[in-house]
């Protein structure tokens, strides 16, 4: 077990009715608000008035960015970048999923210096050291950006998907409201709970030496995950499905589970890579490609692990085979992703093809070989790909 620092100080308001209190922590930035959002699906469910309404009782003066991407794009940052410089933005509030939230953390932080937001990314980065303060209303279970450091934005000028993490990107404040969730449709809530299981099982199957009480949580959520979110596909008004979800959403990567531990993580590189090329959604790439991932990195030096998870979240009977239990881990796994979430599951079906597997691999290579719970060569992230065929 690794020493390590956890503090995540956002201020949760979470349940029904919570947005009463929205301008009191607006109020405690300032007076004048960067509101950002997607489309158009906040004011067909109305929360866009209730933002309005009460953002006009706390006598905020409004400023507004609509159109966020899902992918969220450069050009969105730059254009809420300018926004907060020329009008004097004191506080930003992002209502929607996790690309409004992501594409309005650099907001926050490009509003603050002088160069263009894009060079926060790559392998020359330039520091991120403040960022103006960030409150978000959650309307989609997956990324976990309510709570956590970190963001993805897509260049698609130079055909990169970037992630990066800060401490001045957490948001101050977040309002996550279940009942926000239930107009969320079936791809989405599907594509949204496998992002969630796979920010676990990227931490979870890991070769450093565990903490117990860490496992045993993720495995929990895990349990949470694939317990709730057919209910939620299935019934999108269960507020209990809804609120489970939510939770575990953030739980999934504010750090906590990370207990010190110091491996990549292996499926979002390569992920972002399809993202990039063929601005597919998030979720479901991951969900095509960590199935085929556990089986590609699948031995006998690693075998325990496997065995771990099909026992403990699957429920896979302990006395079968090592290596039997693994593969059935997998095929479970598959299952969920496919079967009962109803995923599509191979590139095939999006249209991803074979022709671009060597750049994308490349690309998720650029810092050198993926040292997660297996080293991945560009040649291993390759094999992976063909496997989703």
């Known amino acids: 077990m690794n020493n390590f620092i956890y503090n995540i100080p956002s201020k949760v308001y979470f349940g029904e009715n919570q947005l009463e209190n929205l301008g009191k922590e607006l109020r405690k930035f300032g007076r004048r608000v960067l509101l950002t959002y997607g489309g158009g699906s906040i004011k067909r469910i109305g929360l866009y008035d209730r933002v309005i309404e009460?953002?006009?009782?706390?006598?905020?003066?409004?400023?507004?960015?609509?159109?966020?991407?899902?992918?969220?794009?450069?050009?969105?940052?730059?254009?809420?970048?300018?926004?907060?410089?020329?009008?004097?933005?004191?506080?930003?509030?992002?209502v929607g999923g996790g690309s409004t939230i992501d594409a309005t953390k650099f907001m926050?932080?490009?509003?603050?210096?002088?160069?263009?937001?894009?060079?926060?990314?790559?392998?020359?980065?330039?520091?991120?050291?403040?960022?103006?303060?960030?409150?978000?209303?959650?309307?989609?279970?997956?990324?976990?950006?309510?709570?956590?450091?970190?963001?993805?934005?897509?260049?698609?000028?130079?055909?990169?998907?970037?992630?990066?993490?800060?401490p001045a990107l957490l948001p101050k404040v977040s309002f996550l409201d279940p009942t926000l969730t239930y107009s969320?449709?079936?791809?989405?809530?599907?594509?949204?709970?496998?992002?969630?299981?796979s920010h676990i099982?990227?931490?979870?199957?890991?070769?450093?030496k565990d903490l117990f009480m860490l496992d045993c949580f993720m495995e929990g959520m895990l349990k949470t995950v694939v317990k709730y979110a057919p209910i939620a596909v299935n019934e999108p008004e269960n507020y209990e499905a809804r609120a489970n979800l939510m939770w575990t959403s953030s739980w999934a990567i504010n750090g906590f589970i990370n207990g010190g531990k110091r491996k990549a993580w292996s499926c979002h590189?390569?992920?972002?890579?399809?993202?990039?090329?063929?601005?597919?959604?998030?979720?479901?790439?991951?969900?095509?490609?960590?199935?085929?991932?556990?089986?590609?990195?699948?031995?006998?030096?690693?075998?325990?692990?496997?065995?771990?998870y099909g026992v403990n979240v699957f429920g896979i009977d302990s006395t079968m085979d090592k290596m039997a239990i693994a593969k059935e881990s997998i095929r479970l796994t598959s299952e969920f992703l496919f079967?009962?979430?109803?995923?599509?599951r191979t590139f095939t079906e999006v249209g991803i093809k074979p022709e671009d597997f060597e750049l994308m691999a490349k690309k998720a290579c650029r810092y050198g070989d993926i040292k997660g719970f297996k080293t991945l060569t560009m040649d291993d992230v390759i094999n992976i790909f063909k496997m989703c065929l």
């Open 269 to 308: 590189p390569m992920e972002h890579e399809l993202s990039a090329v063929y601005d597919i959604t998030h979720g479901l790439g991951l969900a095509i490609l960590t199935p085929r991932w556990m089986e590609y990195c699948l031995d006998e030096t690693n075998v325990d692990k496997y065995v771990q």
């Open 339 to 344: 079967d009962k979430l109803g995923l599509q």
């Open 108 to 166: 926050a932080a490009g509003a603050c210096v002088d160069h263009d937001a894009w060079e926060f990314f790559g392998a020359n980065a330039k520091p991120i050291e403040r960022a103006l303060p960030i409150v978000t209303i959650l309307t989609l279970s997956a990324t976990g950006s309510e709570m956590d450091t970190a963001g993805v934005i897509s260049n698609f000028e130079t055909g990169d998907k970037l992630g990066r993490l800060a």
């Open 54 to 94: 009460e953002l006009r009782k706390a006598e905020m003066e409004v400023f507004e960015l609509s159109g966020i991407e899902p992918n969220p794009r450069i050009e969105s940052v730059r254009k809420g970048v300018e926004i907060c410089k020329n009008e004097g933005i004191d506080v930003l509030l992002a």
């Open 184 to 197: 969320v449709g079936k791809f989405q809530t599907a594509a949204g709970s496998a992002d969630i299981m």
């Open 201 to 208: 099982l990227e931490v979870y199957f890991n070769t450093q």
